[in-house]
């Protein structure tokens, strides 16, 4: 058992409510959250916060781990030349050890911004599967598929396989996007849906273009074709919802979708911003998603919610619109909840120990008017003193505890990226 | 004399470039940029980069270092509420003491940063002042002339007062804004300007209402206004320059005046996106602040530097626009010389010694296929090793060294808070 005592623990199950209670975990779930006891069990470890809070973590419900690979690589292009003429060419050349060794960097990065469980859309699962067992890292993964795989049976398996395997991987249907995918595969997913009763999460509606394409191609938005092919018949969601009419929104609404928004990535590629205050207002399930390294550059949830917040108050002239509470939902409990982690949701008992300690002690969380926005206004990696995923701390004082040296999983990574340039 | 060496170094004398050489300093000033020499002087110390770093520091070139006090008090509120319920009221009750605590807050969060100059305009400024010399810290003073102030003769006293006094501290002659100060105050402040040839800076069309305002009471936006006047024929500028007409970027560009672009603080107010790609294109001059944390909330320049070119992407729908290294040179270069501090606009021999080492062992600066990229889109205050100005060394390995230990500094200046809450 591990015991967070002297510090402070916010709480999101009456409202974001931050108390001077301890946090005990036992295992890979916490056992105690309340206040100081004479009679404690013999903890293997016990650590002074000093002031500082445990807090639930963060929930990266979009993204793909292994284009740490393309960072910085092309930035600055337009959308289409920097996705076919460098994207799409190197992606081929990928290989299941390169994968695993990018997989390692992302996971590295997640455990500075807090982030303990990935939602991940990619290629070659195993490897990337191994990487987050490796580590410790808590991941889910999405199906991705499109016309371009060689056999759509391979969904079902990896299905099957990555929700029977480590508890710390599970695996949810998807497609890639309705643009690179033909109804006779999405009929073969709305098919898998319904077999196993199952949610279904693809790239939803994040730029024009592809809404246009999708009303050329079939008359409909993404949304409205989606659900009319009965994939939305059991939950799910879309990534990035940046263009979303009033019916797609009330879809979204009344079929308790997620949508996942994905500020940077969509600034930086001027995809457009999400309506996050309108899809809110009308109900709609919400998470943050950090999308990949190629186009966001960072995997850095501090910045995605400053980004939800900051851009929904320009977006609606309103400086009150979007409060830091929101996000900071959005971020933890949402991001859970919308990956089928509902027990890494929040610090209560029972819950897997999914946490982290932010230090309150930098310059940038002084004063303590209000810790909760100054998290979400003024927070940065900086501030993550540690992070506990399913009872093991993973990152603590800027150390990694993922079995491997920080420099020898880059020297690895590079000679294999060197290999494929 | 300091020696760096076995890592990298990025000067801007031929673009942004990076080579692998030495850098020497030699008290204030750097003494030695150029290959390892086997002929070396005794150093006071030698600093191995392990492949990380030296590059030339940010300029923070709008802020207001005390409101600190402020952070995290009133946010998520409507614009005029949160100025004239919550932030005015609290600012008529700032004591000297307080302004000096909350200023070395600011000042740590400066050097976390990154960030080695700000350029402040607040009140009580030798409070504010003394903050700054006994933290080792350079800041450029604003005048901040308006008509609440008692004796609009207090700005040439400061004047001169703040440019002979220490080297770290120097004066530059403004008003608040166009929109709380009458003619003849602004007319005092021309006398000002040309008695002294001097440039001049304001805040300058931050918000559509201030346009709007200033046409009401002047029949002119306010850079046609002020240059009517005269405060801009010896330079300067304006801070957040967000509704810009064709003549006021004209006008900017023909003068060499300076735009000061304060996205955070802009997206969280709901002011709007300055139009930096035009003004660039027009030939304006650029820089980079932060604005206060009352507004913003954080005082990181990795947070600007992003908000920059992205916005720039999403404005113009142009993911190509506002390439990483344009908002390297605003932050750095384009910072230093708007605000007089042209000798600490580079790593050169005979420049003085602001600089900062980025550590590029951290995972979101892997892998290293564009370093300047990476700083930009990926870069956080987690990257920043050692911060040095003038020579110093006031931040290196998460400590700082400006005189006095954070827990002290957060105690006294929250003590005095409270007495003013």
């Not at 950090?290 to 851009?311: H, I, K, P, Q």
Request: net charge negative.
């Amino acid at each position: 058992m591990i015991r967070f005592y002297n510090g402070r623990v916010m709480t999101f199950s009456d409202g974001v409510k931050i108390s001077g209670d301890e946090v005990w975990t036992d295992g890979e779930r916490i056992a105690y959250v309340g206040p100081e006891k004479p009679d404690r069990p013999a903890f293997e470890r016990e650590i002074d916060l000093r002031g500082d809070l445990v807090m639930p973590s963060f929930k990266n419900a979009h993204t793909h781990s292994a284009m740490t690979f393309l960072r910085s690589y092309a930035d600055d292009l337009p959308l289409n030349d920097w996705l076919c003429q460098q994207v799409f060419p190197m992606e081929a050349k990928l290989t299941p050890e390169l994968i695993y060794e990018m997989t390692r960097i992302a996971i590295m990065e997640y455990l500075t911004s807090g982030i303990t469980a990935s939602f991940d859309m990619y290629m070659k699962n195993d490897a990337y599967a191994a990487a987050n067992i490796d580590s410790g890292f808590r991941t889910v993964i999405c199906g991705a598929l499109n016309d371009f795989d060689a056999d759509p049976e391979d969904i079902e398996r990896e299905y099957l396989k990555f929700n029977s395997g480590s508890p710390l991987v599970s695996y949810i249907l998807g497609i890639h996007a309705e643009y690179t995918t033909g109804l006779d595969r999405m009929k073969f997913m709305s098919e898998l849906v319904h077999k196993y009763r199952a949610p279904f999460f693809t790239h939803n509606s994040e730029t024009k273009a592809e809404v246009e394409g999708c009303a050329a191609r079939h008359g409909a938005t993404p949304t409205v074709l989606l659900d009319s092919l009965g994939l939305y018949d059991f939950g799910g969601g879309g990534f990035h919802c940046v263009w979303m009419s009033d019916e797609d929104v009330d879809i979204f609404a009344r079929k308790g979708l997620w949508a996942v928004t994905n500020p940077a990535s969509n600034l930086k590629l001027a995809s457009g911003i999400a309506p996050v205050c309108r899809l809110a207002d009308a109900g709609v399930n919400l998470a943050i998603g950090t999308d990949g390294s190629a186009s966001n550059n960072a995997l850095d949830m501090f910045r995605e919610m400053y980004l939800v917040v900051a851009l929904q108050k320009y977006l609606t002239g309103d400086a009150a619109a979007c409060p830091a509470d929101m996000a900071l939902k959005m971020a933890c409990q949402g991001g859970a909840r919308a990956i089928g982690l509902g027990n890494c949701d929040d610090i209560a008992p029972g819950k897997k120990a999914d946490l982290i300690v932010i230090d309150l002690m930098r310059p940038n969380m002084r004063p303590l008017h209000n810790i909760a926005k100054n998290i979400v206004y003024a927070g940065s990696k900086e501030n993550v003193r540690l992070t506990m995923i399913n009872g093991r701390v993973l990152y603590e004082n800027g150390e990694f505890f993922i079995g491997g040296e920080p420099g020898k999983i880059y020297e690895k990574a590079e000679k294999l990226l060197k290999e494929i340039m």
